[in-house]
């Protein structure tokens, strides 16, 4: 049975190749590679339903029969055509099959079909007949999405040791260490940065004392010389009088 456990690995920047590849691993199954000339789906039923991929035009006219036997059944699933173009299209050789030849497929051949998607939100999707809500027997295809079905089939061992599951940890942890490099990096830039601006600071604080003691001492000195010219120009007649009697000067 297909492992329902949630996910360990985180999908994100997988693409969707490695996303099937991981949950196939993780559910356990190994993949049958089917030509991609159109008839991929039908390749794929054929190869689960009768071992041999080669029957895929059987498959598609035994699945063609069904719907023109049973249109009720599947009309309501087409919204691009009628129903009779659909059916006379899907009659064609390499004409893609789609979700309404798969549902068509679990009807007339009393399957439970599971499909193991590489939609990142969908891991799998199942399809019952209606004749039956559990049949007996269940068929597995692989989805990668909107590209191409395959067959699959469960492994005897199914484990996390293949080569494709180590790659895909691989490429997170080498991911994940570019990640880590990345942010230390870019803390030891902004360190750097905080220590350049707090060295322009502490330098223009000292620029800046500087400045002003000079100023403070080109302000005194300034001062000191606007007294002293204040006082050479207020020079009074008792000064005068003084300094003649030290002289022994007389005006009489």
């Given at each position: 049975?297909?492992?329902?456990?949630?996910?360990?690995?985180?999908?994100?920047?997988?693409?969707?190749?490695?996303?099937?590849?991981?949950?196939?691993?993780?559910?356990?199954?190994?993949?049958?590679?089917?030509?991609?000339?159109?008839?991929?789906?039908?390749?794929?039923?054929?190869?689960?339903?009768?071992?041999?991929?080669?029957?895929?035009?059987?498959?598609?006219?035994?699945?063609?029969?069904?719907?023109?036997?049973?249109?009720?059944?599947?009309?309501?699933?087409?919204?691009?055509?009628?129903?009779?173009?659909?059916?006379?299209?899907?009659?064609?050789?390499?004409?893609?099959?789609?979700?309404?030849?798969?549902?068509?497929?679990?009807?007339?051949?009393?399957?439970?079909?599971?499909?193991?998607?590489?939609?990142?939100?969908?891991?799998?999707?199942?399809?019952?007949?209606?004749?039956?809500?559990?049949?007996?027997?269940?068929?597995?295809?692989?989805?990668?999405?909107?590209?191409?079905?395959?067959?699959?089939?469960?492994?005897?061992?199914?484990?996390?040791?293949s080569a494709s599951m180590k790659k895909l940890h691989r490429k997170?942890?080498?991911?994940?260490?570019?990640?880590?490099?990345?942010?230390?990096?870019?803390?030891?830039?902004?360190?750097?940065?905080?220590?350049?601006?707090?060295?322009?600071?502490?330098?223009?604080?000292?620029?800046?004392?500087?400045?002003?003691?000079?100023?403070?001492?080109?302000?005194?000195?300034?001062?000191?010389?606007?007294?002293?010219?204040?006082?050479?120009?207020?020079?009074?007649?008792?000064?005068?009088?003084?300094?003649?009697?030290?002289?022994?000067?007389?005006?009489?």
């Amino acid at each position: 049975m297909p492992n329902m456990q949630t996910k360990s690995l985180c999908l994100d920047d997988l693409s969707d190749r490695e996303i099937l590849e991981y949950r196939l691993e993780w559910e356990g199954f190994t993949e049958y590679k089917m030509q991609s000339d159109g008839n991929c789906q039908f390749r794929a039923l054929a190869d689960q339903l009768y071992k041999n991929s080669a029957l895929h035009k059987l498959v598609r006219q035994e699945i063609v029969q069904q719907l023109k036997t049973h249109p009720k059944m599947y009309k309501e699933f087409i919204n691009n055509m009628s129903f009779s173009e659909y059916v006379k299209n899907m009659s064609k050789n390499s004409e893609w099959g789609d979700e309404v030849t798969i549902k068509a497929a679990a009807d007339l051949y009393v399957v439970k079909i599971v499909l193991v998607t590489s939609i990142k939100q969908t891991p799998l999707i199942e399809f019952l007949p209606k004749s039956q809500k559990e049949p007996d027997r269940v068929i597995h295809l692989s989805y990668l999405s909107g590209i191409h079905f395959n067959s699959i089939h469960q492994k005897k061992d199914p484990g996390f040791g293949s080569a494709s599951m180590k790659k895909l940890h691989r490429k997170k942890e080498k991911e994940q260490k570019k990640i880590e490099e990345e942010r230390k990096k870019k803390e030891e830039e902004e360190e750097r940065v905080r220590k350049e601006k707090e060295q322009e600071e502490k330098k223009r604080d000292k620029e800046e004392k500087k400045r002003d003691k000079e100023e403070r001492k080109m302000a005194k000195v300034k001062k000191e010389k606007k007294e002293k010219k204040n006082k050479d120009k207020h020079f009074h007649f008792s000064d005068m009088m003084s300094i003649l009697e030290q002289e022994d000067y007389s005006f009489f």
